[in-house]
């Protein structure tokens, strides 16, 4: 334990040793009072000759959070009385990184809030700063899918990842796969797309020798490779119809025959399932089976589409770059990240890969400019530009049409839509109060 300001309640910080994750002493007014050993090792000692406050410290500002534009744990714990959490990205000495930070009020003999114990837990499925094998990001759109996932990794429920094609709910699929207990286990991915109801059964259950013409030996299923691990149904939108029932009787019984066999098997599993499409609409129109749908929704994940995310291309395009090309280091000029971020990307991520592998080709060095982007966008499809109205919408307006579009979508489920929109249900109810 490191005691910061020499007014501290040593009694009060020495229950900072108890904590398992890096953890500070916080004043009403943000100075830091104290930090546990673990949070020295993480983050490093704080200086003693100064009053240091939280917000200087993890993120170099020079107001609180909710003064420069972030969510303040200690003023909603302030206001709530009770325990809050916000995901944050705090400056490390490793750089930029997220953490989920946890606000505990502690109140004086007199009842008033007196101090605040602040845990940080490392959030790693993640990257700040830029990864070839992670989600990357630091959006606020970015900050609250991951905020997502971190709360729904360390269970099993099922999850049902939606957005554009391109997003990339299959690196969201691992991250949520890496942070669960099952990380230790395989996670098998089953592409639904183009597959006929018969091919998908005998991929997914496996199939013995004789089921069918060609069928010469015993197959065993993907799901056998799932066991233990997590099974990821990308595209479940294209299930054939027949097939959904099986998928069904799966889920809910946890058993399944390989094809040809009257052998009953038992499958162990955490499902991730993904689709770009609105399954909703296929519910209505009988191409998808509504019992299967609630099945598979109990946790739905939106993906943010890359043009809500326009702070996060140069990382992203960094990250790509560094994944393309590893011994090459392409670097990007700040005019060709500044056009990259304005363009609308249809195609998400996967277009903006298809930009950069482009430009790898057509530069001379490793230095990849406007002149060059301006090339590779040209041979590809005009760049589309989002309407004038969209651009200068007030955000009131817009924030009336995202959370219309989003109850409608969840069939007036409030507590759904908060979940979805990364708010509490007390603040979806007084921002539904304002504005329906």
């Not at 910061?4 to 004043?27: H, W």
């Not at 939280?54 to 709530?80: F, N």
Request: charged share 25%; net charge neutral; glycine share 8%.
């Amino acid at each position: 334990m490191q005691l910061i300001a020499k007014d501290s309640d040593r009694n009060v910080a020495r229950m900072l040793d108890g904590f398992d994750y890096p953890a500070i002493l916080v004043s009403a007014d943000y100075e830091i009072l104290a930090t546990n050993e673990l949070y020295t090792a993480t983050f490093g000692e704080i200086p003693r000759d100064r009053g240091s406050r939280c917000y200087e410290i993890s993120h170099g500002y020079r107001v609180p959070c909710d003064q420069a534009g972030e969510s303040c744990p200690l003023l909603a714990c302030k206001s709530s009385g009770s325990k809050e959490r916000v995901l944050h990205i705090h400056s490390t000495p490793r750089g930029k990184e997220h953490v989920d930070v946890e606000m505990l009020p502690i109140r004086g003999d007199d009842g008033e809030l007196k101090y605040f114990v602040e845990i940080l837990k490392p959030v790693t499925i993640a990257s700040a700063e830029f990864s070839t094998q992670q989600m990357v990001g630091r959006s606020p759109a970015f900050n609250r899918l991951v905020d997502m996932i971190n709360l729904v990794a360390a269970r099993d429920t099922s999850v049902l990842l939606m957005g554009e094609s391109g997003t990339g709910k299959e690196l969201a699929a691992k991250a949520i796969h890496d942070a669960s207990p099952r990380h230790k286990h395989t996670m098998v991915t089953v592409e639904c797309a183009g597959l006929t109801e018969t091919l998908f059964e005998s991929e997914l259950f496996g199939h013995v020798k004789g089921a069918f013409t060609g069928a010469v030996s015993n197959k065993p299923g993907l799901l056998e490779n799932a066991e233990g691990g997590t099974l990821f149904l990308d595209e479940i939108g294209d299930v054939p119809l027949g097939m959904q029932v099986k998928l069904l009787r799966l889920i809910e019984t946890g058993s399944y025959r390989a094809v040809g066999s009257t052998q009953l098997k038992r499958a162990q599993f955490r499902l991730i399932c993904a689709t770009h499409k609105n399954l909703m609409e296929q519910v209505v129109s009988g191409a998808f089976r509504e019992d299967l749908y609630y099945r598979i929704n109990a946790f739905p994940i939106v993906l943010p589409p890359l043009r809500e995310r326009r702070e996060d291309v140069g990382l992203i395009a960094k990250s790509i770059l560094s994944k393309l090309s590893p011994d090459e280091n392409y670097r990007l000029t700040d005019s060709g990240i500044k056009m990259l971020s304005e363009c609308h990307f249809a195609g998400n991520v996967r277009e903006l890969r298809n930009i950069l592998e482009r430009a790898t080709i057509f530069a001379h060095s490793n230095i990849i400019d406007l002149k060059i982007l301006e090339r590779c966008l040209l041979d590809a499809a005009p760049r589309q530009k989002i309407p004038e109205t969209f651009l200068w919408e007030d955000l009131k307006t817009r924030e009336v049409r995202y959370l219309n579009d989003l109850l409608s979508y969840c069939q007036g489920d409030k507590a759904q839509a908060a979940k979805i929109a990364g708010i509490s249900l007390r603040s979806f109810y007084r921002k539904q109060g304002s504005i329906f």
